[in-house]
Structure formats: structure tokens, C-alpha cells
């Protein structure tokens, strides 16, 4: 296994690889694979990215966020009329969201997504059209997945898992009760975890997945 210095040093090596980020607003404490982020950013999507870029690095068992969101003050603060303004524009002219089917609040620049979509690729568009918009302190996605009434097919979603390059398979157990998705086992890295999740999720049919893969790292 890695040392805790060594497991810190790869984070933080990970944080300054993405150009979004700047290592010296991230600190990062290691636990024996847990990593936890703390500091201050100025937009939500670089807390985002630095947990992202911190579950990326192997070794990574679990990542507890402390990242703070404070506006720029040369840039100013926007107020939630403004922020709401800004998604509804940009949300106008992205052909992957059902625009009739979403809804969103502003509270103190926190952003609450509400709704209904076919397909979780819609969901996660939503999510990252407010997640990019400036003054956005943190997003809720509750949007959610419309009841399909077609049967799910564990076999499909096994054979994707076998047809992907990046993803071993050999130890994820699939499991499906009505429209939700059940994924369990253990997995080298959080990147295989997270990729099995959303491989999953394109499964037509899928109304929820509960991703229990456990992340143990054999140096």
C-alpha cells in the first residue's frame, strides 16, 4: 500500500494536473486511503473538479469534501435573479435538455434542480450546465428518471461491463429489482466504480442505481 505521504503527494500532483485548479487553495489530509479536501475556491465547478481529480488517483478509498465557495471579490457577487437569468439562457439553446420537463430554484446561490427526464444523460446535463455558472455556491439535482415500464436486462448491462477497456469486471456483482440497479463487489480504483455507475445508468429502463463497489487498492 501507499503511504500516507505518498497517497498525498499523488493527490495533490492530480489537483495541479487539471488546468481548472490551482494546488495552493486545496490542502489535502490523508487517512490510510481516505483523503480529505479542504480550502477555499471561487466556483463550485473547482470543488467539483478537485474531488473529481483526488478520486482519479489510485489508492483513493474515499474522498471527504471540505471545500469551501467564495466569489471572487474583484468579480463580484451575483444575486439569485442574476444566476437564474444566466440558466435559463443557457439552458435555451442545449438540445439534450427537455426545457418543459425542468425546473430550478436559486436560494443564497445554492441552485435545486426539479423535474422529470427520460434518461439520466439529460439529468446529468442539467447538473453540469448550473454547476458551470458563475456565483453558483453548490447544486442539488433532484431531478428525476421517469418509471419505465420496460423490464431491465442484468445480462446487458453485465456485457457492457465486459466490453469496456477500462472496467474489470470479474468481481462486480450485477442485481436488478424492478427499475433499479444494484451494483456490488470491489473494484481497483474509484475510476472503475464511478465507470461502472454510469455504464449502468445507459441501460434503458434505469430509475435508480445503488452503487455499493468497494475500492481496495493493492499497491
Same mark, same amino acid.
Given at each position: 500500500? /501507499? ?29 490510510? =486511503? ?12 473547482? %470543488? ?10 489510485? =489508492?483513493? /478509498? ?9 466569489? *471572487? +471579490?474583484?468579480?463580484? %457577487? ?49 447538473? *453540469? ?19 419505465? +415500464? ?17 472496467? *474489470? ?8 429489482? *424492478? ?13 472503475? +466504480?464511478?465507470?461502472?455507475? +454510469?455504464?449502468?445508468? /445507459? ?17
Amino acid at each position: 500500500m /501507499k503511504t500516507n505521504e505518498e497517497l498525498q503527494k499523488d493527490v495533490l500532483e492530480a489537483i495541479n494536473w487539471e488546468p481548472l485548479l490551482n494546488a495552493s487553495e486545496i490542502g489535502v489530509i490523508v487517512n490510510d =486511503g481516505v483523503v480529505t479536501l479542504t480550502g477555499i475556491v471561487d466556483s463550485y465547478a473547482k %470543488k467539483e473538479e478537485a474531488e473529481n481529480a483526488a478520486k482519479s488517483v489510485a =489508492g483513493v /478509498k474515499v474522498v471527504v469534501e471540505k471545500i469551501d465557495v467564495r466569489l *471572487d +471579490k474583484i468579480s463580484g %457577487k451575483k444575486d439569485d435573479k442574476e444566476i437564474a437569468d444566466d440558466l435559463i439562457k443557457v439552458v435555451k439553446w442545449n438540445s439534450q435538455i427537455p426545457k418543459e420537463k425542468i425546473r430550478a430554484k436559486v436560494e443564497e446561490g445554492w441552485v435545486t434542480l426539479e423535474g422529470e427526464v427520460e434518461w439520466n444523460y439529460q439529468r446529468e446535463a442539467a447538473y *453540469d450546465i448550473a454547476k458551470y455558472q458563475y456565483g453558483v455556491k453548490g447544486v442539488t439535482n433532484n431531478i428525476s428518471i421517469i418509471i419505465n +415500464k420496460d423490464q431491465i436486462e442484468r445480462e446487458t448491462i453485465e456485457r457492457a461491463f465486459r466490453r469496456n477497456l477500462f472496467l *474489470d469486471d470479474s468481481n462486480i456483482t450485477v442485481e436488478v429489482s *424492478d427499475n433499479n440497479v444494484t451494483l456490488k463487489g470491489v473494484v481497483p480504483s474509484w475510476m472503475q +466504480k464511478d465507470k461502472a455507475e +454510469k455504464i449502468a445508468w /445507459k441501460a434503458h429502463g434505469v430509475q435508480d442505481i445503488n452503487n455499493q463497489l468497494k475500492v481496495e487498492y493493492n499497491y
